[in-house]
């Protein structure tokens, strides 16, 4: 069993910075590949980034690439979402959620996920 829970959210104008933290419980924290994803009010939860257990791969939407950028410090059993450039449309309840690395299917897909956090939200004003 894997417990996420999410910080880091807040209130930033257009163009700011934000930073976002998952921390896991339990044991393993490598073993498990990470995403993160939001859901924006009237709108379903889309994927935003995801990161192999190892850290080495990750995986973003177009929307949000090379404004984004997801790490993670296993030493920590924590993951991070840098978020730089944020737009109105970034606004959102943001959720990180975790995986087997034995799964091999993209990270894109929300049903392949087994753990989530409770979301932390992020507003950005224009």
């Known amino acids: 069993q894997v417990q996420l829970v999410e910080s880091g959210g807040g209130l930033v104008q257009a163009g700011g910075s934000l930073r976002l933290s998952c921390a896991a419980s339990?044991?393993?924290?490598?073993?498990?590949?990470m995403g993160w994803f939001r859901q924006a009010p009237g709108k379903e939860r889309e994927f935003v980034a995801g990161i192999t257990g190892s850290g080495v791969t990750t995986y973003y939407a177009d929307s949000v690439k090379g404004r984004f950028t997801i790490s993670r410090d296993n030493a920590k059993n924590t993951v991070y979402l840098q978020m730089n450039s944020l737009k109105s449309e970034d606004t959102a309840v943001y959720y990180c959620?975790?995986?087997?690395?034995?799964?091999?299917?993209?990270?894109?897909?929300?049903?392949?996920?087994?753990?989530w956090g409770q979301g932390t939200q992020v507003t950005v004003s224009s």
């Open positions: 959620a975790a995986r087997s690395i034995t799964y091999t299917g993209t990270y894109y897909y929300q049903g392949s996920y087994d753990y």
């Open positions: 339990g044991r393993f924290f490598s073993r498990y590949g």
